[in-house]
């Protein structure tokens, strides 16, 4: 079963514009992370933010993490046509293992 | 280091015939990860393995699916018989283990699987 879920599904912006997709979880989590997958790749790490941080910048992504209500969103600012690409969350269980768990991810189409 | 190797790429094979997939991890990382992602489940997880142990199967979804890892920089996973619904793409992904970023993910480009 899926740990993490995404939304929205998918999500068209114009270049410039920022885009906010949000991860929502069901368990306790060591750390949640944000992946991106571009079509026909294998995904790649964006940033990691720990259960007990709030907030994590890296360049133009800002991650927020509430463990109350088991959620995190992830802010792309000033959009790319270079960040058209499927967004993943995914959380670890705090029972100590590495495994990650994967959403069912967020589409993001960035038009010029 | 060259990143997670993968191959094939792509397979194409009919129904019933012997699948096999194969994963170079990333040198130094103990753990190695298989995922499946399709349009209709997303990416599942099938199986992974710490220090060449299988730690958990319990994504693996039926006793035709079998994953190995005789050794630290080597893993398979194969698919015997095939049927048409194994038809996704399959990740191999590796993770340092312990440490600073212990389960940050490293993907292969994945093996994408047709089988008719």
């Known amino acids: 079963s899926q740990q993490g879920e995404e939304d929205p599904q998918a999500l068209s912006i114009q270049e410039g514009e920022n885009a906010t997709m949000n991860c929502s979880y069901k368990t306790s989590i060591n750390n949640l992370q944000w992946y991106r997958q571009n079509s026909g790749r294998g995904l790649v790490h964006l940033i990691l933010i720990r259960s007990n941080e709030r907030e994590k910048h890296s360049g133009r992504l800002r991650v927020t993490l509430d463990t109350s209500k088991k959620s995190s969103s992830l802010l792309i600012t000033a959009s790319r046509a270079a960040d058209t690409a499927s967004y993943f969350c995914a959380t670890d269980a705090s029972g100590g293992y590495n495994k990650l768990i994967f959403g069912a991810g967020t589409r993001l189409a960035v038009h010029p | 280091d060259a990143g997670v190797i993968q191959s094939p790429r792509h397979e194409v094979t009919e129904m019933g015939q012997e699948v096999t997939l194969r994963c170079k991890p990333i040198s130094g990382h103990n753990s190695l990860f298989w995922y499946r992602q399709t349009m209709m489940r997303g990416l599942e997880l099938l199986i992974y393995?710490?220090?060449?142990?299988?730690?958990?199967d319990s994504g693996m979804p039926e006793d035709r699916f079998s994953a190995k890892m005789p050794n630290a920089s080597f893993s398979t996973l194969k698919i015997q018989p095939s049927e048409p619904r194994d038809s996704a793409v399959y990740f191999c992904?590796?993770?340092?283990?312990?440490?600073?970023?212990?389960?940050?993910?490293?993907f292969g480009a994945g093996s994408r699987l047709t089988v008719l």
């Open positions: 992904a590796s993770s340092p283990g312990t440490g600073v970023g212990a389960n940050v993910l490293t």
């Open positions: 393995f710490n220090n060449n142990v299988p730690i958990d």
